[in-house]
């Protein structure tokens, strides 16, 4: 047997293997994708009588050795039994008619199931310092077993407008450039999900500027679909930032039901965004290890601005706020979040001011639900926010019908004081990973510690005031409490209570006790006799100050507001004093 009809039975029994191979259940190296029925629209190219291909992405991107080629191309089998991936040559061929043989990877997959799709990827760098551009994708069949070897040229398939250069790439193509607001699919990827940019917020903290991206996807087929994995990054005149996805792992869309999706950019400082461009990872695997990058699918076009938080300017208390959060769209239909009292005082000493924000929240729903746990900022007259702590709430959940008061507290500078106004705004999220506004409203302020004159107290849930007092020398005072409470309201009972302290008129404290307003021993309506005790001077109770405070329990410690002054005298002359 001469040497060529010897090389003709070594093709004869590769192609007999190969066959053999491709139908065995077990021979793909890698998963591949099922596809829909029928022919694929990613994969308009006929290769050969059963598979059909189609190009997901080209890569043309300058790296430290030169030029990085990449392809990535798809297989549909069409057939009803496996079929062996072809053992073909894929040439990338240049305008210029420059012809690169890629490497294969070495997991790409060997066979390609019935009416299923498989990923192929192709590698190669080269040593060019010149840009060029690739016109188009080659499968050649190459028979090294005649001499001279013969190449057949199976199938071209275009890429112009597909080449992916990196960050710098500015996409032309009417259908990889999109305005702002309009919907698109993502390229290669499932056209059931329709994407929709809906939101850029933006937040200036003293840590830097955090931008939210906002899409809402929306699932337009017939069966449940998957987001597929993606990453999105911003462009502006200075630089490129990457941007982290909110949300982690698997996301389901429902057929016809909408999720939204946010991705989360930081910089230094503000900057105006150019645009933004969604890319899907890819991978390159061969004997020195595994390449991974992004190849960008489409861009969106920046707005003009970001998007600013409407305001509700006439605002009562009480009234529930406009909150629309991407985060939790149905958070306006279950809950809804009222401004119930605002208070800005000094604690004596402090050498700064104190604010507190109580919200009303009603469970509107007919069933129980989470207590939400959004964030409050106060804007100044000056433009500066500063972010409220929340007080502490031990319960989780709110009950249908039912209300429940949770209070924010700020620190403020002494200058925010003679501020005749103040905004607040909700925010929805995490302030360890983002947060968006929700809502907003601008309210008056009274003056910075000004005592409540005339009548009750108002210390939501609460109402309290003292009808009567009077004062006996022996230091027994006695006080006639008015307390009355906001119906179907609930409450940390921790969070909420009455402090009552007498003191003599130079100042110096006779009795303090902080007093429950609910619960167990709560102080209540009626009569409080309180009993100062012995003095040593004869004039010792002639006169009693009486003050009462509002306790605020806060994360790490307790506030205290000045709510109630009143002057006790004594109704006839003092005890002798003490034996």
Do not use: C
């Not at 990827?121 to 010149?130: C, H, K, N, Q």
């Not at 600013?308 to 959060?325: E, F, H, K, N, W």
């Amino acid at each position: 047997m001469n040497r060529r009809r010897w090389k003709r039975w070594a093709a004869w029994i590769m192609t007999g293997l190969i066959i053999a191979l491709a139908a065995s259940p077990g021979s793909a190296a890698t998963t591949v994708s099922a596809a829909p029925a029928g022919t694929a629209s990613d994969t308009p190219y006929t290769l050969n009588s059963v598979l059909k291909a189609g190009v997901k992405t080209v890569l043309n991107e300058r790296v430290p050795e030169g030029v990085r080629i990449g392809a990535v191309v798809r297989l549909y089998n069409t057939a009803s039994r496996a079929v062996a991936v072809p053992g073909y040559e894929l040439r990338a061929v240049t305008t210029g008619g420059v012809v690169y043989t890629l490497k294969p990877s070495a997991d790409n997959p060997r066979t390609v199931q019935p009416q299923e799709k498989a990923e192929l990827s192709y590698m190669l760098t080269v040593g060019r310092s010149d840009v060029f551009t690739l016109e188009r994708l080659a499968w050649v069949n190459v028979d090294e077993y005649v001499y001279p070897k013969k190449e057949t040229n199976m199938l071209n398939m275009p890429v112009a407008g597909l080449e992916w250069y990196g960050p710098s790439t500015v996409f032309k193509d009417a259908q990889r450039s999109k305005e702002w607001g309009a919907s698109f699919t993502i390229p290669a990827e499932s056209a059931e999900l329709v994407y929709t940019p809906v939101r850029l917020a933006e937040r200036h903290t003293p840590q830097g500027t955090t931008t939210v991206l906002v899409l809402q996807v929306r699932n337009t087929g017939n069966r449940q679909a998957w987001v597929p994995e993606f990453t999105v990054s911003g462009k502006t005149v200075k630089s490129y930032y990457s941007a982290q996805r909110a949300e982690s792992g698997p996301i389901a869309v429902q057929p016809g039901s909408s999720r939204y999706l946010h991705f989360v950019m930081r910089l230094d400082s503000p900057e105006a965004w150019l645009s933004f461009t969604i890319s899907t990872p890819e991978s390159f695997t061969d004997a020195s290890g595994t390449i991974r990058y992004e190849a960008g699918r489409l861009q969106i076009k920046a707005p003009a601005h970001p998007d600013t938080q409407t305001v509700q300017s006439s605002y009562d208390l009480l009234d529930p706020i406009r909150a629309s959060s991407t985060l939790r769209p149905n958070l306006a239909n279950e809950v809804d979040i009222a401004l119930a009292e605002v208070r800005r005082f000094e604690q004596a000493g402090d050498g700064f001011l104190t604010a507190v924000a109580k919200f009303r929240l009603v469970n509107r729903s007919g069933v129980s639900v989470a207590i939400p746990d959004f964030g409050v900022e106060w804007m100044t007259s000056e433009g500066v926010s500063y972010t409220g702590e929340r007080m502490d709430v031990r319960q989780k959940m709110l009950m249908p019908g039912v209300g429940m008061m949770i209070g924010y507290t700020f620190t403020l500078p002494l200058s925010a004081g003679s501020d005749e106004q103040a905004q607040l705004t909700l925010l929805d999220g995490s302030p360890d990973t983002f947060q968006l506004p929700v809502g907003a409203v601008s309210i008056p302020l009274a003056g910075a510690d000004a005592e409540e004159s005339g009548g009750a107290a108002d210390m939501y849930p609460f109402k309290v005031e003292i009808r009567s007092g009077s004062l006996e020398p022996s230091g027994l005072v006695t006080l006639d409490f008015g307390i009355s409470r906001a119906v179907n309201m609930t409450f940390d009972e921790r969070s909420v209570r009455l402090k009552l302290e007498a003191a003599d008129p130079s100042g110096h404290v006779l009795m303090s006790q902080t007093y429950a307003l609910a619960g167990a021993g709560r102080l209540g309506s009626g009569l409080k006799k309180i009993e100062l005790g012995d003095r040593e001077t004869t004039d010792a109770f002639k006169k009693v100050v009486i003050r009462l405070y509002e306790v605020l329990a806060i994360p790490g410690g307790e506030i205290e507001r000045l709510v109630k002054t009143m002057h006790l005298e004594a109704s006839s002359s003092p005890l002798s004093p003490a034996a």
